[in-house]
């Protein structure tokens, strides 16, 4: 699945730069790399904080 999504926004960034704005395509082709060498190994989600409105809990 993400290969093919892969593919499919190459061939999105080649339209929108040949179509659109060269310059445009050019930031597509250069953030994808980067966005695929970051999340290779997978997304981790980071844990919210507390909400700082609620009381705390006792341990009762």
């Known amino acids: 699945m993400r ?3 892969g593919v ?3 061939a999105a960034a080649g ?3 040949y179509l659109v704005a060269p310059l445009a395509g050019l930031v597509i082709f250069v953030v994808l ?3 695929y060498a970051l999340t290779s190994a997978g997304l981790h989600q980071v ?3 507390p909400d ?3 009381p705390p809990t006792s341990g009762r």
Do not use: D, E, H
Request: net charge positive; charged share 5%.
């Open 8 to 10: 499919i926004l190459y």
């Open 15 to 17: 339209l929108i730069g």
């Open 33 to 35: 790399p980067v966005f």
């Open 47 to 49: 844990p919210l904080p």
């Open 3 to 5: 290969a093919l999504v």
């Open 52 to 54: 700082r409105a609620s």
